[in-house]
């Protein structure tokens, strides 16, 4: 099975910028898509952005259309999401997902521990 660790969460001023990172152990991944899934204060997570493994395509909720770039090296088991113009309402736990299939569509059938991001002046 699967383990993901998430990191590089932290503290950044609005406007500011973070990349997060998320290391697939265990069970191959790279086949899989990837997701990101923010837990807000108060709220379950909801999903804001995934990678597809077969050509990279990539999906995003519209909130981080245009702020959020999602990547991957399947080389290192690794998938980031690059996030820029930060927003105090993008504070949350941000978690990783691996998805059962390569659709972003699918179920996640392992999730990371999630990182810490905070964004306020």
């Known amino acids: 099975q699967v383990q993901l660790v998430e990191s590089g969460g932290g503290l950044a001023q609005p406007g500011g910028s973070l990349r997060p990172s998320c290391v697939a152990f265990?069970?191959?991944?790279?086949?899989?898509?990837m997701s990101w899934a923010p837990r807000l204060p108060g709220k379950g997570l909801e999903w804001v952005s995934g990678?597809?493994?077969?050509?990279?395509?990539?999906y995003y909720l519209d909130s981080g259309k245009g702020r959020f770039t999602i990547s991957r090296d399947n080389a290192k088991n690794t998938v980031y999401l690059q996030m820029n113009n930060l927003k105090p309402e993008d504070t949350a736990l941000y978690y990783c997902?691996?998805?059962?299939?390569?659709?972003?569509?699918?179920?996640?059938?392992?999730w990371g521990q999630g990182t810490l991001l905070t964004v306020s002046s």
């Open positions: 265990g069970s191959t991944s790279s086949d899989k898509a």
């Open positions: 997902g691996n998805h059962n299939y390569d659709t972003v569509y699918g179920p996640v059938d392992a």
């Open positions: 990678i597809k493994s077969v050509g990279s395509a990539t």
